[in-house]
């Protein structure tokens, strides 16, 4: 039985495969909702807070007009990203554009647009006062390299990451955009991804506004925000660790009074961009078994594939599996859960305890609402599914349409 809840039952499901042929992932529209409103509690205490809803995780306009509606503004990394955000009519400081590798072209756009942009490099001051210019507010992305520790544990190692400022760049490359004309400046780091641990944000929080104290007295500008980026994730797994938002944002006000506002920074902004901890958990990738397979394992072949869910074949990542009717069956078969691709690693699951589970069985793989559908590809030609709204008032509502071979073909001059 698992412990892991779906906003639908069996018959509520075969009827939207009527409509929608599987493969598909759905989205629960009143969940989202609950999310970004449980978020914008947790950090109310912060006057100017916002969260930038990091659109790389599901990059589709219906989900983040919910997510507009319902104040998120909108973390872009790209041209098209940015393009998604004009077609729904976020623009300005509704954008933080946090990119890296950037081409003239993004910078231009993003300067068009007026967006916020959270610079990753010191050599893209330079680059962007050639391209688009230099703006009255600025954001730098700060690596402190070394290990990354909540208390004796180690989270992560940024020294092998490619992103963001060293500590000595962050005070050259501020006093070079004071110079520049700059009024108003950004903080922004991340250094962790998936972190359950309540206190990701608060620790990450203490070296940020500890970095932004000393930029203060040291270069003699306005911090004007602070930027914890993403990185707070879900449980995949059904007794995973569930982080508490509320705990969280109370351990960034702790950390708020005690380091900015006796600095006389008690007016600093505080900036999220969640993608992971927004979607994950309210989308769904649903799928049917075709096959059983019978040699040295038990294989069970679904009409989904890696195309439509690269998570576990590229990590290796757990994605729990419910068999829609048989929630409360015995779990009493080992199965490796799979794919079409011409890949050994197109694999749902490995060594899987499931029910039995026969041709034309509805399977449904969880949390995939983030870095789900956005990470699909057409290897082996296979198309892309489709995604789909499961409305508040419970309709089912198309909002993206799955490929067709003349999608598939569409590029192609022959």
Known sequence: MTDKKLPFNKAQM???????????????????????????????????????????????????????????GMDCSSYAELMLCEAIGVVGDGIMFSSNDTPAEDFEYARRLNATINLDDITHIDFLKEHGGIPETISCRFNPGGEFRIGTAIMGNPADAKYGFTREQLTEGFKQLKALGVKHFGLHSFL???????????????LLFTVAKELHEEVGVEIAFINLSGGVG???????????????????????????????????????????????????????????????????????????????AMYGAYHHITVAGKEDAPCDHLYDVTGGLCENNDKFAVDRWLPAICPG????????????????????????????????????RLIRRAETPADYFATLDF
């Open 361 to 396: 069985d509805i399977l449904v793989i969880h949390d995939t609402g983030a870095h789900g559908h956005a990470m699909g590809y057409n290897y082996n030609g296979k198309l892309r599914s489709a995604e789909v709204l499961l409305c508040e008032d419970g309709s089912a």
């Open 234 to 312: 879900i449980p995949y797994r059904p007794d995973g660790h569930h982080p508490d938002i509320l705990a969280i944002g109370e351990g960034v006000r702790k950390v708020y009074e005690q380091i900015l506002v006796p600095a006389g920074m008690g007016d600093v902004k505080i900036f999220t961009e969640m993608g992971r901890f927004m979607l994950g958990p309210y989308g769904c990738l649903v799928t049917k078994c075709l096959h059983q397979k019978h040699i040295h394992k038990e294989y069970i072949g679904v009409d989904a594939c890696a195309c439509n869910l690269m998570r576990p």
């Open 192 to 206: 962790s991804s998936c972190n359950t641990d309540n206190m990701y944000y608060p620790t990450l929080a203490k």
């Open 14 to 72: 075969e009827k939207i495969i009527e409509k929608f042929p599987t493969p598909f992932h759905i989205y629960d529209e009143k969940d989202i909702r609950h999310r970004a409103r449980a978020l914008r509690q947790a950090f109310s205490w912060n006057e100017g807070y916002k969260e930038y809803y990091a659109v790389k995780a599901c990059p589709n306009p219906i989900i983040m007009s919910i997510l507009r509606d319902e104040g998120c």
